[in-house]
């Protein structure tokens, strides 16, 4: 099937999803992970294939034994997997929430709900237990979608993909979940800008960039989380160190790590050297720019836009809170920051003019995670300011429509002067 | 200065302009507004200057008659401009609205709350008065704002320019609204993805499709308003007639205007025909398929993704509301499309099954539009399904940031067990 036929399929399908009532939404997802739960056999069995090909991989060279860890579908990971896709069944009716309600003029009666977006396209690399995941979230929200996964993960990718499809039956067609294969594939999908409304790119930096480069669709995500800790004067320097500490090492590799350490100029000597000390003592390579590699005995050099995503870190002294904004705003990729203080007009400035998805007081920049925010599943992290911003749940994959219901309103009579608007919220 | 320096500006200022204390940005509005009204010499001197140009152009034939129409400041256009300012000043704060509220665990707070997007960039075609009203309503929602406008209205741009950019100070700077003339100026503002947020196009279907075709920026709008109405079996005649006929030929020129009749095939020998003889004796020129043509003793041939933006509309028989549905997701634009029926199932099952940003029963197309439904003042009406989905008001200029208050609270701690989260919502 060529790819404009599987978005086709999938948009037309993906409005069947709509048109069932709520009940049998619910019904059918849980009917997907009760699938998913009885044949893990054949599963884990396309997944082995996998794992056997990564490992002589790794062995070979070729392929990083980081990417190859992704890989296994544990008994663990079946089991978060199946009770994954049961919460998201379980979570509040997504469609056809009431927004706004206007009354526009005698019997005219105006109404904004929510609805679906209609085709999403998720690229996903190797691990493959993200696969369950996200359609469970676009069946939830009754989007048409199609899924590229990795070639590492082909056999693992196949079997859950047709013992998904499989479970949707009698309610949608199997064209709801499209499972896309080949590298060409890609390109012709980013071309589709017709018929695919959104673009989920689940993976590196660089896969999101070149995704980003390379289509007319919108793109929901973040390519760079390049997050600040700001040590300022007024910081409790015991908890300097441990928020710094928490947001550097928890999970370097995450997106929500800190990568940059910024300290107060009059915190220098105080909880901004207690907070360098403990980097340096929980193993954190430290690179700042002259003044305080100087400061504080570090390496200079440092490029302020490295996302390290490893256990090192840039250190720079600024100027109080504007120095502190001033900086994120020029080297930042408006993820998330954290300021470090006792002062509430400091951390309330920074709070309100700090120009991020995401911005902390005395807390670490980990939380910015949609299971720690409490969304339920997340589907993903976005950078961008237009739809949505920061940790996105199941609203990311809404959007609205508007009903209208009169008899036989024209706006001529409005003209005529028949009527007039009255404009009355009910909402 | 050239298109990036403005860009940087008009960012910068933006985040000046969102520091504000709202009461503060109120005031600004208002000053804006009183200086329209009090420097309207220097407006009017400046318009005649556009007007002049125009009317001899268009005796030459390298203007059409309609864009120099649009051209003049009236006075009764000075005095709505005025008042939408002031209205817009007087509308209730959009920045820092909480959405969300949740506590995480004890003593960790997050909330979600609305923020300005960032740097807007408009680009509107000859109307002169749609400057003031746009640049007002980046100023209530905190952005930054280029703007860039049609040749023929070059003089009258640059004074309202001025008028507004002096009335800014001494709180903003002036590059937080930046003109930008000459079309080279565009291709780079295009470019820019890195700095303008969201890109506006206020003009033809033509202009806007180059825009979506030539930026990565997101565009907020719509190329088409291929809007259809649906005469069901159980219509009333008198009122689909009247719907008709008022969704064809009170502004044929709008996006809202109906492009389509369709007939349900029940309804061909009554209220379809009914709406079929109305529309023609309001002088609007039908074209149907074969069936309809034969049917009516109209011309065939149609084109259904027409958007004749004049007296002509296509017909088009089909099958009941799954007839319509199919017919308007295949030729439509998903801009607005009605059904007339007294069956309350029928309307039922359009108003939820049709996949457009507007969907309405027994009330005409015409309604699509901001200010009658109630949102104030309008950005525009967005076809698209990402962030903003039908009539634009000021919400359609706002993102959201997220914020958490914590007391050193780090992630790392929760992995210990020492807290759970607990995630209560407050809001």
Chains 1, 2 share one sequence.
């Not at 300290?263 to 980097?279: E, F, M, N, S, T």
Request: proline share 4%; glycine share 10%.
């Amino acid at each position: 099937m060529d790819s404009r036929t599987a978005a086709l399929e999938a948009r037309a399908a993906g409005r069947a999803l709509h048109r069932l009532p709520s009940a049998r939404r619910v019904a059918l997802l849980h009917r997907v992970a009760d699938s998913l739960d009885a044949r893990r056999d054949e599963l884990r069995a396309a997944n082995a294939l996998d794992v056997a090909a990564a490992t002589e991989r790794v062995s070979a060279g070729t392929l990083t034994a980081a990417l190859a860890a992704r890989l296994p579908l544990t008994d663990a990971k079946l089991d978060a997997l199946v009770a994954g896709v049961h919460a998201i069944a379980r979570q509040p009716e997504p469609l056809g929430r009431r927004l706004r309600e206007t009354e526009l003029g005698d019997g005219l009666q105006l109404e904004q709900i929510t609805a679906p977006i209609g085709v999403l396209l998720v690229i996903f690399e190797s691990r493959p237990d993200a696969l369950p995941q996200i359609a469970a979230l676009a069946l939830r929200s009754g989007n048409g979608l199609l899924l590229k996964g990795g070639r590492e993960a082909a056999h693992s990718n196949q079997a859950l993909h047709r013992v998904l499809t499989e479970a949707l039956a009698p309610d949608v067609p199997a064209g709801a979940v499209g499972l896309i294969e080949g590298r060409a594939a890609v390109a012709e999908l980013l071309a589709l800008d017709d018929v695919i409304d959104l673009v989920i790119p689940r993976g590196s930096g660089a896969m999101v960039r070149h995704i980003q480069e390379n289509t007319r669709i919108p793109v929901l995500g973040h390519a760079e989380g390049v997050c600040h800790v700001f040590v300022h004067a007024a910081a409790d320097p015991a908890m300097a160190a441990a928020i710094a500490v928490d947001a550097k090492t928890d999970y370097p590799a995450a997106c929500n790590a800190m990568e940059t350490l910024l300290i107060d100029r009059a915190a220098a000597d105080g909880a901004g050297r207690r907070a360098v000390q403990a980097l340096l003592a929980a193993g954190v390579a430290l690179r700042g720019d002259a003044e305080s590699a100087a400061l504080f005995g570090i390496p200079d050099g440092a490029n302020f836009r490295t996302e390290y995503g490893d256990l090192a870190a840039s250190v720079a002294v600024v100027d109080g809170v504007q120095g502190a904004l001033d900086h994120a705003h020029r080297f930042g990729s408006g993820h998330t920051e954290a300021i470090v203080t006792e002062d509430a007009d400091a951390a309330g400035a920074f709070l309100d003019q700090m120009d991020s998805a995401c911005v902390f007081h005395n807390a670490s920049t980990r939380f910015a995670d949609g299971f720690r925010f409490g969304l339920g599943a997340e589907v993903g992290i976005s950078t961008g300011r237009i739809h949505a911003r920061g940790p996105v749940g199941v609203e990311g994959l809404l959007t609205t429509r508007w009903r209208l219901r009169g008899s036989g309103h024209t706006v001529s009579a409005v003209s005529r002067g028949e009527w007039e608007f009255s404009w009355k919220d009910r909402s």
